[in-house]
C-alpha cells in the first residue's frame, strides 16, 4: 500500500502520520480478524496534537478519518450497523493514544450513543479526541459525522488501559 502520508492534514510528524496508518493499515486492518476488511478502507485525513479547548496550558491528540458507509457495514434497514459504529469507534479511538506517545492499550469500557442514521453510500467523518491520558488508564470521545447530510450519528466514549504483565506460575 502506497503513503498517504504526505497528505494528512495536521501537525503531527510525518514519520508519525506513517506510522498511524501503517498500524492503521497492516495491525489493525488483517482481512482475516473481525471487522479488518472494513478497517482496511478507513482513510486517514487529519492527525494532530491542539491545545485543549477548556484548558489552553494542556494538549490533545485529534484524529479525523473518512470513509464511505458501504453494504457490509449495514444493518437490514440500510444503515451503519451499530456493531460496525462500535468498530470504527475502537479502531480510530486507538490512534489518538498512538498519536499521544502511548501504546494502543486493551479496552475497558465503551459507551456507544445512536442518534441518527448513515445510509449505505453515505461518506462519514470519524473525529476522536483524547479526553484523558493518564499512568495506566486513557479515554477518548468519537464523533461520527454523516457529511452528506451533516448530522452526528454516533458517540462514543472508549476507556482503555495499559495490559497488566503476564503473571507466572499457575493461577490459582
Not at 451503519?80 to 498519536?99: E, K, M, P, Q, R
Request: charged letters at 20%.
Amino acid at each position: 500500500m502506497a503513503s498517504i502520508a504526505g497528505t494528512i492534514k495536521g501537525n503531527l510528524s510525518p514519520e508519525l502520520k506513517q506510522k498511524l496508518e501503517s498500524l492503521m493499515h497492516e495491525a489493525m486492518a488483517r482481512p482475516t480478524e473481525f471487522g479488518g476488511n472494513i478497517s482496511k478502507r478507513v482513510v486517514l485525513t487529519e492527525a494532530s496534537i491542539v491545545p485543549k479547548v477548556e484548558e489552553e496550558s494542556r494538549t490533545e491528540a485529534r484524529i479525523v478519518c473518512e470513509m464511505v458507509v458501504e453494504q457490509d457495514m449495514a444493518n437490514p434497514g440500510g444503515v451503519l450497523h451499530g456493531a460496525c459504529a462500535a468498530l470504527l469507534i475502537d479502531v480510530c479511538s486507538t490512534l489518538v493514544f498512538l498519536a499521544s506517545s502511548r501504546g494502543p492499550g486493551v479496552s475497558a469500557s465503551m459507551d456507544v450513543i445512536y442518534h441518527a442514521p448513515a445510509a449505505v453510500g453515505s461518506k462519514i467523518r470519524i473525529i476522536n479526541t483524547a479526553m484523558a491520558v493518564g499512568g495506566r488508564i486513557m479515554s477518548a470521545r468519537t464523533e461520527i459525522w454523516d457529511d452528506t447530510t451533516k448530522r452526528l450519528c454516533v458517540t462514543g466514549i472508549h476507556v482503555k488501559m495499559e495490559p497488566s504483565p503476564p503473571r507466572s506460575g499457575p493461577k490459582m
